[in-house]
């Protein structure tokens, strides 16, 4: 599930279309609807579709907002085929495009490439929307009773998921905004005290269209969730006589039996439906806790007392929680839009307060920073355009937890720079311009080569000779790039996979001293807990799960110094593991071989 992506330069609008197959009906009239030219302002246009719409022109422009950040995205659609800032979908589920374009009698085309007729057509849409939910056929009379209008122009897939969909807009309203669009043109929204009537979203109906072996029931875990519950008989590993890879998951009862210590992030690689032809295939070896698609439609596969085979780590497997992105690590900048992030950080703060899952990179975890457990490759997902300050911060917000407490030590430094704490997109969403891996130098300079990678220097998702964000490392010198670049280059020990085109190979990793190259303004000092590695032979042997007689994945010398998230106590046992930061991934020593060292305050 990890094909991978060529590159393209188009970004997703800010919230994906939550799909649905509501029949809308057209917006009659005519004369007022003549066509709008293509200099019009985006003022004139909210003000202009308000008037012959009726349509509250504040829930015009948070929707334009919402949707596109004010952008047309250059007439591109979204991949559920979405055009404009309104987001005019054209796709098996729906098609308010065509709608709109007979509502307006303009070309389609011109609703896609006129920011001006998107936003008319837009209100044309949900003022049909409105007339078609009103007993008397009529206009809501007040803003808060457009609520179940704006749930059904959602199309969302399941109800929890409109909701979800309206109250963000009604969100924008109440809060106000002041932004421009592409071309520069500010437009603002004051905030406005609403009171939202929520009964009008009663009666309306989500989609149908719940994938093949899945139902809307009780039976999840997290509210609102879909139900693809794997069947037991058919995928549990636990009940002899069922043999892995004919079966695909454990039952448990975690957290009594298991500690549930990490919610890990993953990208499927493939569609919605494509994921559940693998996970729901009981020879496939492999399971997932839950999948969000691009909608933001959350789907449980697997419940949270049980442990699904999503890592290629037994020991992760045992204590976290897997949850599946739909989209493509070489490409996320075209797939992890507001819509996944939002419900996405909705369901890691669901986890983080259930199971007191510490608010962290060290426990919210990517894939691809979990470590192999034994000689060989693990993934790479969500990739380098995940944003995991963006991503952490919205899990804060939802869970209300603080964020873990680190001591102080000036020698350390954290990734956090602005590539990673929004989408850079003019329309709000991801641009390749938010990569966020940032490479290692053999020498104090970027003109130095780069350290040794382990595979195709093409690849963007190669996790060997380079960092992601919100991980912290500790630094033993620092420089400005001679090369004149502006970054600052910080000395770092890392595990590196220097053998690999060794004769014979190997893919035992050996720490070394590298430089690591940082953007002005995107490190942050002085927090985390360090620790020396100390070894009576000289080399440390590093492993890739806190477990007694594991296999040794990699060796570091003695005297280097790494930091530590935490600290585990082995299952079963009194034996004390410290975690490291070892190079992209995570990794494991035992405190016999660990010197803390001694925190020195920020500054000093």
């Not at 044309?124 to 007993?135: F, G, K, N, R």
């Not at 049980?306 to 992760?316: I, Q, R, T």
């Not at 590196?496 to 085109?501: N, V």
Request: net charge negative; glycine share 8%; aromatic share 10%.
């Amino acid at each position: 599930m990890r094909r991978q992506k060529s590159l393209v330069s188009f970004a997703l609008p800010m919230l994906a279309a939550l799909l649905s197959a509501l029949v809308l009906t057209g917006f009659s009239g005519g004369a007022a609807r003549a066509n709008v030219s293509t200099t019009t302002s985006l003022n004139t246009a909210f003000t202009q579709a308000s008037q012959e719409s009726g349509v509250p022109i504040s829930i015009l422009k948070a929707l334009c907002y919402m949707e596109g950040r004010l952008s047309n995205h250059g007439g591109h659609p979204s991949l559920d085929g979405g055009y404009g800032c309104m987001h005019l979908i054209q796709n098996e589920r729906g098609d308010t495009l065509t709608q709109a374009a007979k509502a307006l009698h303009v070309d389609p085309q011109q609703l896609k490439s006129d920011s001006a007729t998107n936003i008319r057509g837009g209100a044309a849409v949900l003022h049909d929307e409105a007339i078609q939910l009103s007993p008397s056929h009529t206009l809501p009379g007040n803003l808060g009773d457009w609520y179940g209008t704006l749930v059904a122009y959602s199309h969302a897939t399941t109800h929890s998921t409109a909701l979800m969909y309206a109250d963000a807009l009604f969100k924008i309203v109440q809060n106000g905004f002041s932004a421009p669009n592409e071309t520069g043109e500010v437009v603002t929204l004051a905030p406005e005290s609403v009171k939202v009537n929520k009964a009008t979203a009663s009666n309306i109906k989500a989609a149908t269209t719940i994938p093949s072996g899945c139902q809307v029931d009780a039976n999840v875990d997290y509210p609102g969730a879909v139900d693809c519950i794997l069947d037991p008989n058919a995928y549990d590993c636990t009940p002899p006589p069922a043999v892995y890879p004919y079966c695909t998951y454990e039952s448990a009862n975690r957290p009594t039996d298991l500690s549930v210590n990490y919610v890990v992030i993953h990208d499927t690689e493939t569609s919605l439906q494509g994921a559940l032809n693998v996970f729901q295939s009981h020879t496939s070896g492999v399971s997932i806790n839950y999948i969000v698609d691009t909608d933001g439609t959350v789907y449980e596969l697997v419940h949270d007392k049980d442990f699904a085979y999503h890592v290629g780590n037994y020991w992760y497997n045992q204590h976290s929680v897997g949850i599946e992105h739909v989209g493509y690590d070489a490409t996320g900048f075209l797939w992890y839009n507001a819509a996944q992030y939002l419900a996405s950080a909705k369901l890691t703060a669901y986890l983080v307060n259930k199971y007191n899952i510490p608010l962290d990179h060290d426990h919210i975890v990517s894939h691809g920073t979990v470590p192999s457990p034994s000689l060989s490759t693990n993934h790479v997902d969500p990739g380098p355009y995940w944003l995991w300050t963006y991503y952490l911060n919205l899990v804060q917000q939802e869970s209300g937890a603080p964020f873990t407490a680190k001591s102080k030590d000036s020698h350390i430094i954290t990734l956090k720079p602005s590539t990673d704490k929004k989408p850079l997109g003019k329309n709000g969403t991801e641009t390749p311009a938010n990569f966020n891996f940032f490479y290692l130098y053999t020498g104090p300079s970027t003109q130095s080569a780069r350290i040794p990678q382990l595979g195709d220097p093409t690849d963007v998702t190669d996790e060997t000779n380079n960092v992601e964000t919100n991980i912290s490392y500790y630094y033993l010198a620092k420089v400005k790039d001679p090369a004149g670049t502006g970054d600052t280059l910080y000395e770092i020990w890392y595990g590196e996979s220097d053998q690999a085109h060794s004769t014979p190979s190997s893919l035992l990793q050996s720490a070394h001293l590298a430089w690591l190259a940082v953007p002005p303004g995107a490190a942050v000092e002085g927090q985390g807990t360090a620790v020396t590695l100390n070894d009576p032979s000289g080399t440390v042997p590093i492993y890739g799960r806190p477990v007694t007689g594991t296999t040794v994945i990699a060796t570091a010398p003695s005297n280097a110094v790494f930091v530590s998230g935490y600290t585990y106590v082995e299952d079963g046992t009194t034996n004390l593991w410290y975690e490291i930061n070892y190079n992209h991934r995570q990794a494991w020593v035992p405190a016999s071989a660990i010197t803390p060292v001694q925190s020195i305050k920020a500054g000093k």
